[in-house]
């Protein structure tokens, strides 16, 4: 079994940065996507940012693109969301997630099926 951690939420001023990291412990997959979601509280979980770990596919959401990298560690065992010039309509949980079993990225939540216990994001105007 494939467990995923999440890291590096927290409080930061509207306009700053933050970095999440997602550690994947267990079993490895070589050619599945990592995607990275995001929930606030009455909202449905939001596709942010997904990552083929088979090659350099990514792809954004149009609400965080040009503001938010998703990259991969060497070891491919860590993901990272590299987030800039947040605001307060980035104040959620985040969550990333695996999907093993697509041969493409998707946005679709319902398509992951390991996830993390998500980190929480709070941008201060």
């Known amino acids: 079994q494939v467990q995923l951690v999440e890291s590096g939420g927290g409080l930061v001023q509207a306009g700053g940065s933050l970095r999440l990291s997602c550690a994947a412990s267990?079993?490895?997959?070589?050619?599945?996507?990592m995607g990275w979601f995001r929930q606030s509280p009455g909202k449905e979980r939001e596709f942010v940012a997904a990552?083929?770990?088979?090659?350099?596919?990514?792809y954004y959401a149009n609400s965080v693109k040009g503001r938010f990298t998703i990259s991969r560690a060497s070891a491919k065992n860590t993901v990272y969301l590299q987030m800039s010039s947040l605001t307060p309509a980035d104040e959620a949980f985040y969550y990333c997630?695996?999907?093993?079993?697509?041969?493409?990225?998707?946005?679709?939540?319902?398509?992951?099926?390991?996830w993390g216990q998500g980190t929480h994001v709070t941008a201060s105007s």
């Open positions: 990552l083929r770990l088979s090659g350099r596919n990514t």
């Open positions: 997630a695996l999907d093993t079993e697509g041969v493409m990225i998707s946005t679709a939540y319902e398509h992951y099926n390991t």
């Open positions: 267990g079993r490895t997959f070589s050619s599945a996507t």
